[in-house]
Nanobody, 115 residues
C-alpha cells in the first residue's frame, strides 16, 4: 500500500519562503505522478502543481512563478518550493500520488502566511 508523508509546513510572514516535502513508500518504480493540492479555509481543494516521472511539471496559474515542484525518484520524494508567500496561500497542503487509475493522498500539512 502506498503511503505519503508530508512535512515542511508552518507559520511564515508574507514574502517569506517554505519548502514542503512528500515522501512516498510502498512503490516499486517511478511510474507515477506526484502532486500538491491545497484547501484554504472555507474553500474547496484546488490543484497547485504536479510532476510526472519524466520530470515535466504542471503548475497552477495562481502560483506560477512563485512555486516550483520537483522530485527525486531515488528518494521517492516530491518537493514544493514556495516563495513570495501571500496570505492567500494559507491552507492545508496535500500531497498526492497517481499511478494508473489509483490515487493516494497524504494527511496534509498546514501552511499559514500571516504577519
Amino acid at each position: 500500500q502506498v503511503q505519503l508523508v508530508e512535512s515542511g509546513g508552518g507559520l511564515v510572514q508574507p514574502g517569506e519562503s517554505l519548502r514542503l516535502s512528500c515522501a512516498a513508500s510502498g512503490t516499486t518504480d517511478s511510474l507515477y505522478r506526484m502532486g500538491w493540492y491545497r484547501r484554504a479555509p472555507g474553500k474547496t481543494r484546488e490543484f497547485v502543481a504536479d510532476i510526472g516521472s519524466d520530470n515535466i511539471p504542471r503548475t497552477a496559474n495562481s502560483v506560477k512563478g512563485r512555486f516550483t515542484i520537483s522530485r527525486d525518484n531515488a528518494k521517492k520524494t516530491a518537493y514544493l518550493q514556495m516563495t513570495s508567500l501571500k496570505p492567500d496561500d494559507t491552507g492545508v497542503y496535500y500531497c498526492n500520488l497517481v499511478r494508473f487509475s489509483n490515487i493516494f493522498w497524504g494527511q496534509g500539512t498546514q501552511v499559514t502566511v500571516s504577519s
